[in-house]
């Protein structure tokens, strides 16, 4: 039974992925093909997050893979799985990608106000000129919870982010990452009340 809910989520997502299209999708296509390889329905957001669950309960299936551009979120996008949102951003980091005068007058790395940020507003903040600890600092600002796969830190690299920028993001705003870690504890516990917290 649960192997066919699997097989029949990994083929929506396959199905989903292809509508997408590969245009979308950050990288190379080497890159692309490995991303949309790695996917799979109820797989594809441990898959897009790997080691980042917290960003990954928004962007799975397609969202996942063309949400690559998504990076960060505030609190309330992620308890409510906002893909709608997720996916408005992803398209607008697409279409409409942010500017370096657009970040020189923003306040913060969330630079069109939508709740998330996404690797154009973080590439923008690099070309307006934004020295490493002013772009940490707007981000941090956000009060978003960042997560990075090895794709999107090469993305951001490759366009001339540095490597301080790029390793610092994930300790950014830790209380509330950890507040949404504890929240997808409880819940956990709260759906399998005779589950240990033992999980090693």
Same mark, same amino acid.
């Given at each position: 039974m649960l192997k066919n809910k699997i097989v029949t989520c990994s083929l929506l997502a396959s199905f989903l992925l292809s509508a997408v299209g590969c245009k979308n999708l950050p990288g190379t296509k080497e890159e692309q093909g490995a991303v949309i390889g790695g996917l799979g329905g109820a797989a594809a957001g441990a898959a897009v997050g790997g080691k980042h669950p917290i960003l990954g309960a928004i962007?799975? !299936?397609?969202?996942?893979?063309?949400?690559?551009? +998504?990076? !960060?979120?505030?609190?309330?996008k992620i308890l409510g799985?906002?893909?709608?949102?997720?996916?408005?951003?992803?398209?607008?980091?697409?279409?409409?990608?942010?500017?370096?005068?657009?970040?020189?007058?923003?306040?913060?790395?969330?630079?069109?106000h939508d709740g998330f940020v996404t690797l154009d507003e973080v590439v923008a903040m690099k070309q307006a000129g934004l020295s490493d600890s002013e772009m940490l600092s707007r981000m941090r600002a956000t009060g978003q919870i960042f997560e990075l796969s090895s794709d999107q830190e090469k993305?951001?690299?490759?366009?001339? +982010?540095?490597? %301080? &920028?790029?390793?610092?993001?994930?300790?950014? %705003?830790?209380?509330?990452?950890?507040?949404?870690? =504890? =929240?997808?504890?409880?819940? &956990?516990?709260g759906k399998n009340p005779s589950s240990t917290s033992s999980t090693r």
């Open positions: 962007l799975g !299936g397609a969202i996942g893979a063309g949400g690559g551009y +998504v990076i !960060g979120a505030n609190s309330d799985k906002d893909t709608q949102g997720a996916t408005q951003a992803q398209q607008t980091a697409q279409q409409n990608p942010a500017t370096a005068s657009a970040a020189r007058s923003a306040t913060t790395a969330d630079i069109n993305y951001l690299r490759d366009r001339g +982010v540095s490597q %301080n &920028v790029i390793s610092q993001m994930e300790s950014l %705003n830790q209380d509330k990452k950890q507040q949404l870690l =504890n =929240n997808q504890r409880g819940d &956990v516990i």
